[in-house]
């Protein structure tokens, strides 16, 4: 059996110490443990050098485990104790689950479902610009590119556009209604078409490019299944589309479409336009792709074709991409879509109050220096130092209890904790001092800025706030005066 060292600082201790008995009562680790306080009161404090005095050789251990917010390398740490080293959760009452992570790794980088991202003004755009935008919805999870043709609007460029596009190693797909262009798309290289219905089934002998088939209007079923047959009989590669419809005009009744179409073509790559409800329902995008490539993965529908016009549904190429991989593993492993990864959580956390209200007051107590801690619990938001603990929901109710009124720089740094403190709070949202709000795939996140939030408090004076790290080992802090190594 593993046995595992936990390192911990003074005031983390208990509380490591019975998360982890809690787990060993819930039912038999896979390891054994021990607890290692190695004589600091902040646990995120450590650092490998740190460690490595403090921690002596050899350790009796297969693997040690440090502090989430332990920052340095840690690959320095393995090779001079002979073990793997690795950092815990940012939160102690997140082992469990990061154990549990751990025992079933998760591999998102598969994904069935292909991501069209289309192009809307392709025709206002030069071919520079077209290029641009197209690197842009690549790095976003893009794998083809659609250039979307206006009604009435000349594309005189869409020749060069295309070829621009290919010789820079694009797939793309010209998206109109308009037979000349979809001819002049394929013969400049188009990989796909869309789209085709009965009567420009014609096109697709014309040019070799891959048509996406219709029905002559969406609820016309027969006509898409004749013209998938035809092109099945020539030995044709193409995608068929049910046309999916927006809330209220028939978006229940399309979904049937696909699934009847599924059921009629056992083997057919399906294409499923999902912009008819991410663009035209105002609500959050990143559940509305969860829900859609959720039914994706069960169609094994082969791709969808996505846009970003309004600006709510800015981020749904990346959503799409996150959501096509959780599904995917979800549908490949036959399990829930829980526990594969919280990116497309964006608004709520799972599990946004690691602390009690009581646990929170019980660690308060022990707190002997001025800096002040904050953390968040169903109740509201909690500020404690050697004076006390402070409760409100409101920072503007802290305020005068905090007596920073002499002190800009403090004010500040507490004033912008606060405000993050709040939103989590009225949000459900977990909240990590000195770390910004996750939002998932929703805002680039930078995956480490507690070094810079340092640096900024350090540069405000001599009096500065410290996270709620001294209470729960995990988050980084910032100390009243110049740290030292002990």
């Known amino acids: 059996m593993d046995h595992l060292v936990f390192l911990t600082g003074r005031l983390a201790e208990p509380a490591l110490r019975r998360v982890l008995g809690d787990m060993a009562e819930g039912g038999a680790l896979p390891f054994s443990w021990e607890v290692r306080e190695i004589g600091v009161q902040v646990a995120a404090l450590m650092t490998p050098t740190l460690i490595q005095r403090r921690v002596p050789r050899p350790l009796a251990a297969t693997k040690l485990i440090v502090p989430g917010r332990c920052r340095g390398d840690l690959s320095e740490l393995s090779a001079h104790y002979g073990l793997p080293v690795e950092r815990g959760p940012e939160e102690l009452k997140d082992l469990p689950q990061h154990f549990k ?19 809307v003004d392709a025709p206002q755009l030069t071919v520079e610009a077209t290029l641009a935008r197209a690197a842009a919805l690549r790095a976003e999870g893009a794998d083809v590119i659609d250039l979307g043709c206006l009604p009435g609007t000349a594309y005189p460029q869409l020749d060069d556009s295309v070829r621009a596009l290919k010789d820079a190693g694009f797939q793309v797909s010209v998206d109109s209604l308009q037979p000349e262009e979809l001819l002049r798309g394929g013969r400049a290289g188009a990989d796909y078409l869309l789209s085709l219905p009965p009567s420009l089934l014609w096109i697709a002998d014309e040019v070799p490019s891959t048509p996406v088939l219709i029905g002559r209007e969406p609820a016309d079923e027969e006509g898409l299944a004749s013209s998938i047959e035809a092109l099945q009989r020539r030995g044709r590669a193409f995608l068929a589309d049910a046309i999916l419809d927006p809330i209220p005009f028939g978006l229940t009744r399309s979904i049937v479409r696909y699934q009847r179409l599924r059921d009629r073509f056992p083997e057919a790559p399906i294409l499923m336009g999902v912009g008819n409800l991410t663009e035209l329902t105002e609500a959050d995008t990143s559940g509305i792709h969860a829900l859609l490539l959720g039914i994706c993965a069960e ?147 930078p995956d480490d800025v507690s070094g810079l939030t340092q640096d900024n408090a350090a540069a405000c004076g001599p009096a500065q706030a410290v996270s709620a790290a001294a209470a729960t080992g995990s988050p980084a802090s910032t100390p009243s005066r110049p740290a030292t190594s002990p």
């Open 101 to 119: 992570l751990a025992a079933r790794a998760v591999d998102l980088s598969r994904w069935r479902t292909r991501i069209f991202a289309e192009i």
């Open 299 to 445: 169609l094994d529908v082969a791709a969808i074709l996505t846009t970003q016009v309004s600006a709510h549904a800015r981020r749904a190429v990346r959503e799409a991409d996150v959501a096509r991989r959780v599904m995917h593993v979800a549908q490949t492993l036959r399990t829930l879509p829980k526990g594969l990864g919280d990116a497309l959580l964006t608004t709520h956390s799972k599990q946004p109050w690691p602390d009690t209200p009581d646990e929170i007051a019980a660690t308060a107590v022990q707190v002997r220096d001025p800096n002040f801690r904050i953390q968040v619990s169903e109740r509201g938001l909690h500020v404690y130092n050697r004076d006390g603990l402070r409760l409100a929901q409101d920072p503007y109710t802290l305020w005068p209890q905090l007596g920073l009124q002499g002190d800009a720089g403090h004010a500040f740094y507490m004033g912008v904790e606060l405000a993050r403190a709040q939103i989590a709070w009225q949000l459900g949202k977990r909240y990590v001092q000195d770390q910004p709000l996750r939002w998932g795939v929703a805002a680039d996140t």
